[in-house]
């Protein structure tokens, strides 16, 4: 067995403020919108992490997998993207981390 291959792990959280949810069920179909596009397209994880109680304020958290440094980089960067095509509300925050495990 081999254990010397690196594995990645990039987590992105994404900060998102959207002014039209007056509840929360409004903005969980905003999120749901955003998970099931990202899901659906790219091989990663989401999930929301903060702000559960907030009607309009949300922090989603994107992880993917990959034995490539680059290919989890690239991966976060085309998870961004169809973020900007699915969501026209204001992002507040992007930050991505690739950890070599």
Known sequence: MHGDAPLYVAVARLEVHIPEARSLKAKRSVVRRITERVRSRHQVLAVEADYQDLYQRC?????????????????????RNTVDEVFAGMILGWDVEIIRL
């Open 59 to 79: 922090t989603i958290a994107f992880t993917a997998l990959s034995t490539v440094e680059a290919d989890a980089q690239s991966r976060m960067e085309r998870v």
